[in-house]
């Protein structure tokens, strides 16, 4: 009678489907628009591209079917996804606010995963925190209302987070990450000129926040993400933590390279450490920037 039950929440989920297709489609649609601005290259790798980004931020790090028949399509995506903050007004950012949080919910996508991409997509100012959509809280079944409640107040109930669980999650990351930097073999985090590969130094960031955000943590508060990361980036490069941290607190958000870096490394955790694998496949980003290096292309002065 009050729309309760098998069919009360069979329609919930199919309107919520319906929603988040649309929300979806309707953001292609601007990317594609704006395609060869945003993204440059010819019209139709434009087009596949623009797919892409709207398949990552609505299907949560999902790049869609292009990702398995052309190469470095991931990649791809993964440069031109900084470049949308460019062309979205604050309405369209709040339209994306409220897709993806339709989106979440059509998926049922698990609270630490949520938390993680959302991070990803505050980052790259594409969504925002703090504002109330009310058709949004209202739509939103009750299992599901949480989604809305971290983008308006953050995490509310963040477990505590002791000293011993800090070093053993320092301890993961470093060693996580020496793993790839092992892989790397000679190639350094910085050239012959002291310049700090940016993408690389960023995937450390975004990793941590990644890591952090499943925990439950505040990222946001420098008192519980900056001595993770400073703890992180001494086990890794000792001497050498201080200079690293003032380069990341001067760079992030400002420096393209380092946001691309720091998005990538935040959907790597996600991918490979905090949803379980059974393919044998490991996070190997920081590895591969290593590898690349940096040619230092529109660095900030």
């Not at 489907?17 to 601005?37: E, P």
């Not at 470095?72 to 949308?84: A, G, T, W, Y």
């Not at 809305?148 to 070093?167: A, E, I, N, T, W």
Request: hydrophobic share 40%; charged share 25%.
């Amino acid at each position: 009678m009050f729309g309760f039950g098998k069919r009360g929440r069979k329609r919930y989920i199919e309107g919520l489907i319906g929603d988040a297709q649309n929300w979806q489609v309707g953001f292609y649609g601007l990317f594609k628009n704006s395609g060869t601005v945003i993204i440059g290259g010819d019209a139709d790798m434009a087009a596949k591209i623009a797919a892409g980004m709207a398949n990552w931020i609505f299907r949560f790090g999902d790049c869609g079917p292009n990702e398995h028949v052309i190469p470095d399509f991931r990649s791809k995506v993964q440069e031109s996804l900084p470049k949308i903050a460019k062309i979205l007004t604050e309405d369209n950012k709040v339209e994306m606010t409220a897709g993806v949080m339709i989106s979440a919910a059509a998926q049922d996508i698990p609270m630490d995963i949520f938390k993680a991409h959302f991070g990803n997509l505050h980052r790259l100012n594409l969504v925002m925190r703090g504002i109330n959509i009310y058709e949004i809280d209202k739509k939103l079944w009750w299992e599901h209302k949480p989604y809305y409640h971290y983008m308006q107040y953050g995490d509310l109930s963040r477990p505590r987070f002791g000293d011993s669980q800090k070093g053993t999650l320092i301890d993961a990351l470093a060693g996580l990450l020496a793993v790839q930097s092992a892989a790397a073999g000679s190639h350094p985090i910085e050239d012959e000129s002291g310049r700090i590969n940016r993408k690389a130094i960023g995937y450390i960031y975004g990793f941590a926040d990644a890591a952090l955000t499943t925990f439950g943590q505040d990222t946001s508060d420098a008192f519980v993400s900056a001595p993770i990361l400073w703890q992180v980036l001494r086990h890794l490069f000792p001497g050498r933590e201080e200079r690293y941290s003032e380069f990341l607190a001067e760079h992030m958000d400002k420096d393209q390279a380092v946001t691309l870096g720091a998005m990538n490394g935040g959907q790597q955790y996600i991918d490979f450490v905090a949803k379980p694998r059974n393919d044998g496949r490991a996070a190997m980003g920081f590895a591969r920037y290593l590898i690349e290096g940096d040619e230092h292309e529109g660095e900030p002065k």
